[in-house]
């Protein structure tokens, strides 16, 4: 319970703050690239945290690596009130691109910490370590989702600063009461772990991991920049009013969006049907599953690049059809995040989790980058032609994945 509204408090400052960057910078005329840019080295600093991240863990504790994460989103809000409206662009996007990636650093920590002490904690029989990480990630989305919508409403309403100034005052008093009321239990780390460790010899984490860094790749090619910044172009004439009427629309699609994927994400274990399944059949369905979400970007992209300029008809079915990309990539996504843990073992959990969340940071940077030149020189529908691209590359990194030899044993 400590660890997950940690986890939870976080993340709502998380999709708040992303989508308040996002939409403020839009409207002061930040270009496509330049907002993605402000992203970039938010996932930089999420590739290397996870890489790090797991050996940290190890070395010094769970609890050590939570406290830093949230301890620094509180930093980095603070620091986004500091901007200046009399700076040049260029300036304002090094700012922020700093202060995001003090927040990647932060939001790396804090995720590592959570999952890993699911492996600890979760029970191991039947499908409860599924049913647990699915609760865990997909309740944490769901909460993103509602951050979002946080963000979006408190820039219409209150606008950029105060808004930030609110969400750090809220997380540093979960903070101060998650320190104070901790319970005992995670693990407090060990001397002697080195940081050589974290790169694991096991070839199904490994083939798991390259195949996170273009599932998430193909999500963030169209979430970052492309999808946002076209149903504002849709939706607002270009009038304060109407950007306020907008940035509710734009927020409200994103938080549904993650809400519903954070949902899928929860209830995954029941709608894969893995009470009733081996273990081993589990690890045989990534592949196929990232086959079939291609399906669905790649369609989308023939429809906007048939029907040309925006309408009521397209959007609809854009939207429509992002929803269901949403409830498919959750599926996805809970898979691995199970997979993750099932090839793993409690004494190399952090490393492995860590290793593995560096793979999905890369993932998003990849498609940060690509989400605004692909916007830039093809509009949406070259972002959601990317997005089926990796998600072929990354069917082919899930179907190399094999049963480990005792599952067989117990198949048999």
Excluded at 154 to 167: C, Q, R, Y
Excluded at 350 to 377: C, E, P
Excluded at 381 to 393: F, K, N, Y
């Amino acid at each position: 319970m400590a660890v997950t509204a940690s986890y939870w408090a976080f993340m709502l400052t998380d999709g708040a703050l992303r989508m308040l960057v996002l939409l403020h910078f839009h409207t002061l005329g930040f270009s496509p690239v330049e907002l993605a840019y402000l992203f970039v080295v938010y996932e930089i600093a999420g590739v290397v945290t996870n890489l790090s991240a797991g050996w940290i863990a190890a070395r010094f504790g769970l609890t050590t690596t939570l406290y830093v994460g949230l301890g620094l989103q509180v930093v980095a809000l603070l620091a986004l009130t500091q901007l200046d409206a009399t700076w040049t662009i260029g300036l304002s996007v090094l700012y922020v691109m700093l202060v995001q990636g003090v927040s990647g650093v932060a939001k790396d920590l804090t995720k590592m910490s959570s999952k890993a002490a699911v492996k600890l904690l979760a029970p191991s029989e039947g499908d409860g370590l599924f049913r647990w990480v699915a609760v865990l990630t997909g309740s944490k989305n769901a909460v993103k989702g509602f951050g979002f919508l946080l963000g979006a409403g408190l820039l219409g309403l209150v606008g950029f600063t105060p808004a930030i100034l609110g969400m750090a005052f809220a997380l540093a008093v979960i903070l101060a009461a998650v320190m104070m009321r901790m319970p005992a239990g995670l693990p407090r780390g060990r001397k002697d772990a080195k940081f050589r460790e974290v790169f694991s010899k096991n070839k199904n984490i490994n083939w798991l991991s390259f195949s996170r860094v273009f599932l998430f790749g193909a999500r963030d090619v169209w979430f970052v920049v492309g999808i946002p910044i076209y149903f504002h172009g849709v939706l607002s004439d270009g009038s304060s009013a109407s950007d306020q009427t907008a940035f509710f629309l734009v927020g409200g699609f994103m938080a549904v969006w993650v809400i519903l994927y954070g949902v899928v994400q929860a209830n995954a274990p029941r709608l894969i049907g893995a009470r009733s399944r081996e273990k081993s059949e589990l690890i045989t369905l990534a592949g196929p599953y990232a086959f079939t979400l291609a399906v669905v970007p790649i369609g989308l992209a023939l429809i906007t690049f048939l029907t040309g300029a925006a309408n009521p008809w397209l959007t609809g079915v854009l939207v429509v059809g992002l929803l269901v990309f949403g409830a498919l990539f959750a599926l996805n996504s809970a898979l691995h995040s199970y997979l993750i843990l099932a090839f793993t073992d409690a004494s190399r959990v952090t490393l492995d989790v860590g290793f593995y969340y560096m793979a999905n940071a890369a993932g998003r940077l990849l498609g940060t980058l690509l989400s605004g030149i692909s916007y830039q020189l093809g509009g949406l529908p070259l972002c959601l032609a990317a997005a089926g691209v990796m998600l072929i590359v990354s069917g082919f990194g899930a179907g190399r994945l094999q049963v480990p030899p005792q599952l067989h044993h117990k198949s048999a």
